[in-house]
């Protein structure tokens, strides 16, 4: 039987491989010093931590809080026009009206700011995972996209309790203009 030789098992490269090498590890240094810089800048923009999901609902807290307080002025305003005294369970229920509709709202938005943040964080991943690709990426990513969209939430949120609240005036007076109706036409056939 014959036997190997006792040769080495080494391969040279041949003139194409290293040229190609050569180019790896250019394209290698490139990317760390050009482009990992920028990568690592863009990354840190987009991690969010507590202090980001604190930040966003403060922001969408007071834009709820000013949504509501108008409202509790107008709630107000109404009660008032309506002769209603303020220390009057009726002027009492139509406030606790707007409030629970806060609290409500508040509740919400929180958990909902939460959601939106992590959102915003995983479209800044793909945002990165497209420039890698080369693709094209108009999305917005970032906390002010949150705080927009809290800010239009809390502004209809405000709304509808606005809403109830008109409502339920509306149809106090429906009640009250039925009442007096009512007190007219029984007058007049007394008299008659």
Known sequence: MGGGGGGSARIDETPEEQKLAEIAKQKWIRYKEEFRPFEDKLYSELRMDESDHRTAK?????????????????????????????????????????????????????????????????????????????????SEAGLMTVTNDAANQAAHQAGLARKQTNNNASGFGQFAGMAASAWGNLRQSEEQ
């Open 58 to 138: 403060g922001i969408n807290t007071a834009h709820l809080n000013q949504q509501y307080n108008q409202v509790q002025q107008q709630v107000q305003e109404q009660q008032r026009r309506q002769g209603t005294n303020p220390n009057s369970g009726r002027y009492k229920k139509a406030l606790d009206k707007v409030f629970n509709a806060q609290s409500q709202g508040t509740a919400f938005q929180q958990s909902q700011t939460d959601l939106d943040v992590e959102n915003q964080h995983y479209l800044g991943l793909q945002k990165m995972v497209n420039i890698g690709r080369g693709i094209q990426d108009d």
